[in-house]
């Protein structure tokens, strides 16, 4: 009963490091999603992704960058890491539901520290 | 889209119910209200989702006024375990139909 598998939970990066956060899930959703969230603040949208090949760009894509290749795995690869980054990373995954909007199960998150 | 707007925090005496609300004065008709929460240190769980009238499960209720421009989240006995942040979201109407988080309300339940 894994649902969303985020690793790592944990990660401290130098400036300027890349890395890939890694995704899962195991309920053969075809929408997945990564958000960030800042201490305090709500979720914002950084990559969704429709179905395997195809992505596309959340609220704050820049400094990012996604794949698709197969419907359960949804990688973030972050590109020159910045302090702006750091963040607590949730990826996500649903099934659609057409105009009801999608139930959208979430990881347990990926604390990412830039320094 | 159509935004939302809650409360920033809120307090209920543990075994109580709490009554969470929410304004969306421009959903569109057909524009499901959904309801997320999140415990600390959690990613956000989905708690409940209706279009117009109530909806109940064994987490809340929800009642949708009937002009749709408000809705509130009813937790009917509230417990330490409901200590989270609420989120009244409708969803957008790109292709994935994702979720666009506002700050929510921050629910603080007392013993």
């Known amino acids: 009963n894994a649902g969303v598998t985020q690793t790592p939970k944990f990660r401290i990066l130098k400036i300027g490091q890349s890395m890939t956060l890694q995704c899962t899930q195991d309920?053969?959703?075809?929408?997945m999603y990564w958000y960030r969230q800042d201490p305090g603040m709500g979720l914002k949208l950084i990559y969704y992704s429709v179905g395997a090949g195809i992505t596309d760009k959340g609220e704050v894509p820049n400094g990012y960058n996604v794949s698709r290749s197969t419907t359960e795995d949804f990688p973030l690869r972050l590109e020159l890491a910045a302090p702006s980054q750091t963040s607590v990373y949730f990826c996500?995954?649903?099934?659609?539901?057409?105009?009801?909007?999608?139930?959208?199960?979430f990881g347990e998150g990926s604390w990412l520290t830039v320094v | 889209d159509a935004k939302t707007t809650q409360p920033n925090s809120m307090e209920s005496n543990e075994e109580e119910p709490v009554h969470l609300p929410c304004n969306h004065s421009?959903?569109?008709?057909?524009?499901?209200i959904h309801w997320y929460r999140q415990l600390p240190s959690q990613g956000p769980e989905y708690v409940i989702h209706?279009?117009?009238s109530n909806v109940n499960n064994r987490m809340a209720s929800l009642a949708i006024a009937e002009d749709r421009k408000s809705s509130t989240l009813i937790l009917h006995r509230a417990t330490l375990r409901d200590a989270a942040v609420y989120y009244c979201?409708?969803?957008?109407?790109?292709?994935?139909?994702?979720?666009?988080f506002g700050s929510g309300t921050q629910l603080t339940v007392l013993p």
């Open positions: 996500a995954s649903s099934y659609s539901r057409g105009k009801t909007g999608n139930t959208i199960y």
């Open positions: 309920m053969n959703h075809n929408y």
């Open positions: 979201i409708l969803p957008s109407s790109g292709s994935a139909r994702q979720l666009t």
């Open positions: 421009t959903i569109s008709g057909t524009d499901y």
């Open positions: 209706g279009l117009t």
